[in-house]
């Protein structure tokens, strides 16, 4: 829809403007199609949304009502849940919403928001899983150290560096991206303001947007993905001198469950931001997005409540107190 009804000449606005357009809204073009067809995502979106509140909202209580599961290991598992929770709740609401909504609209305050708490979670995230990574080799490759390296203020800290730096990453981008001036559309061709299609409608320069997008989203992709890999590297080694079979298994299925969920994750992201021109269209970017904002989110608690024997246990017994 229109954003102004101004006609007539179209001076070109400032920063966070439209050319001949007040820019207060963005259009979110999201899913397209028949009735049906938004009919169907609609049902299929609800329903991950919902099995990922469900299941994550399930893992925190857990985690918090059963003090058998009060380890670091499960503490960052608790931390990653609510991260889950969060992330798919600042995009899954908005574009279940716009599948029916015949304007699409989001002002421009509601998508610099949605970007930066966007940014903020995923960056966070990524941190997550190589600090939880490193857990795992400080518990299985130095076990006698583990209870000091680890101590809960320890593990207080390495949460809040990773909040702090995703809220930098999420301060820089938000920033960089909505200083740019948007005067070649006001459609943002995704179903929420993401950088790709908001640097699509972008009449500025956008080379230091472009270079950030991929030197830093390069820089923590790879940074962790090495403590990612060291970790399991010395996981393995240590694994393989395991004369216990059982011990074997016990650290497989724990570690197992984690590497999915890295894998997973740090893959789509990678796809996304850091290779350039692996995803050839929007559309296969939004294929790409929901991902990484509804499956992932969504597996990510099944993961580790089937692969974690401690969590199935802590289940049945919280389900037994329940009874």
């Given at each position: 829809?229109?954003?102004?009804a101004?006609?007539?000449?179209m001076?070109t606005?400032g920063?966070?403007n ?7 809204e963005?259009?979110?073009v999201g ?10 995502l609609f049902?299929?979106?609800l329903?991950?949304y919902?099995?990922t ?9 857990v ?7 009060h380890?670091?290991?499960y503490?960052?598992l608790?931390?990653l849940?609510?991260?889950?929770l ?6 899954t609401?908005?574009?279940l919403?716009n ?9 421009f ?9 966007f940014c903020?979670l ?6 997550l899983?190589?600090t939880?990574a490193?857990d795992r080799?400080?518990?299985i490759c130095s ?6 390296t ?8 390495l949460?809040l ?15 960089l991206?909505?200083?740019?001036s948007?005067?070649?559309?006001h ?10 299609p908001?640097l ?6 956008k ?12 820089l923590?992709i ?8 060291v970790s399991?590297g010395?996981i393995?080694?240590?694994?393989l ?26 893959g789509?992201?990678?796809v996304?931001?850091?290779q350039p ?5 929007m ?5 790409v997005s929901?991902?990484y ?7 990510n ?16 017994r919280?389900g037994q107190?329940?009874?």
């Open positions: 829809r229109p954003l102004s101004t006609s007539g000449a001076p606005h920063v966070g439209l050319s001949g357009l007040s820019l207060q963005f259009v979110l899913f397209e199609g028949e009735l049906e067809t938004r009919a169907l049902a299929v979106f329903a991950l919902v099995v509140m469900l299941g994550n909202l399930t893992m925190i209580m985690i918090t009502v059963d003090t058998r599961l380890f670091p290991m503490f960052f608790k931390n849940s609510l991260l889950d969060c992330y798919s709740s600042v995009i609401p908005k574009a919403a599948l029916f909504s015949p304007t699409k609209v989001i002002t305050t509601g998508c610099a928001t949605q970007f930066f708490f903020l995923g960056t966070t995230e990524t941190f899983l190589a939880m490193y080799f400080m518990a076990p006698l150290q583990y209870p000091v680890m101590c809960p203020s320890a593990c207080t800290h949460v560096g990773t909040y702090c730096g995703g809220c930098l990453n999420a301060i820089l981008q938000t920033s991206t909505f200083h740019l948007f005067c070649s559309s459609l943002i061709n995704h179903f929420f303001c993401d950088v790709p908001l699509q409608i972008a009449c500025t320069n080379a230091l947007n472009e270079l950030v997008l991929f030197s830093i989203g390069g923590i790879v940074s962790t993905t090495l403590v990612v890999l399991y010395y393995t080694v240590t694994i001198r395991m004369h216990s079979g059982t011990g074997r298994h016990k650290v497989f299925s724990t570690c197992g469950s984690h590497m999915i969920a890295v894998s997973l994750f740090y789509t992201i990678f996304m931001y850091v021109g692996a995803v050839g269209t559309e296969q970017g939004k294929v929901i991902f904002t509804l499956v992932i989110p969504m597996l608690p099944l993961i580790y409540s089937l692969q974690n024997k401690d969590v199935k246990e802590a289940l049945c919280l107190k329940h009874a």
